[in-house]
């Protein structure tokens, strides 16, 4: 995934540096596992010193950390940008399509970061902590969407909840097939179950 551009030329040479840091620890991190690799090794591979690393992240957690914060992003902007009139069954099903193809456009290397995250406890416990904020975010914009207040009805944290729920199951799935199985399909029907509950709200 690439991050959103920046304005100024030093701007745009710290997000390059950044950039060569996150390919060069998830790349390592994917490959050797988590706790094999050290931060020395990941600013070794990137081709700058270990000081210059602690400048952009905090440990090599944070860069997997920043990863899962770019997926977020990209699905909050998705769901930002769907047609109005879409019910949310189809809304909520390209905002997590487009946070999977952003992995699966990058399988090889994707899904490795997807076996690391999952595989590894204190990453997974990242990746859920992430996905509550995520559903706060969502649930904020499925509220705009309707028209609901989000203090007092409980669609949007449930439909978010639920759209997270099937952003999570495709992910384990993929990463438990090896990549064997095609995440467009797993995408579609996990929302094929989910569809009804989520567009519930519309019929009333």
């Known amino acids: 995934m690439t991050s959103r551009p920046v304005g100024t030329l030093a701007q745009r040479k710290r997000q390059l540096v950044a950039d060569e840091l996150t390919q060069a620890a998830l790349d390592l991190l994917a490959r050797e596992g988590f706790d094999a690799v050290t931060v020395d090794e990941i600013a070794a591979a990137a081709g700058v010193s270990k000081r210059t690393f602690f400048r952009y992240f905090a440990s090599k957690e944070d860069v997997v950390v920043q990863f899962l914060t770019e997926l977020g992003a990209t699905m909050r902007d998705e769901l930002a940008s769907r ?3 879409e019910p949310p069954s189809t809304a909520l099903r390209h905002t997590v399509w487009r946070s999977i193809d952003a992995c699966a456009g990058h399988a090889d290397r994707a899904l ?3 076996q690391l995250i ?3 406890p204190a990453l997974l416990a990242r990746f859920l902590e ?5 559903r706060e975010e969502l649930a904020a914009e499925v509220a705009e969407r309707l028209g609901l207040e989000l203090a007092t009805e409980l669609y949007p944290h449930l439909a978010a909840g639920m759209a997270l ?10 990463s438990d097939s090896d990549g064997t199985e095609d995440p467009s399909a797993l995408t579609d029907r996990c929302f094929d179950v989910i569809a009804p509950a989520l567009d519930a709200v519309v019929r009333a």
């Open 83 to 85: 047609p109005a009139p």
């Open 112 to 114: 490795r970061v997807v």
């Open 118 to 120: 999952l595989g590894t």
């Open 130 to 134: 992430r996905q509550a904020q995520w």
């Open 165 to 174: 729920t099937a952003f999570h199951t495709v992910l384990k799935r993929w």
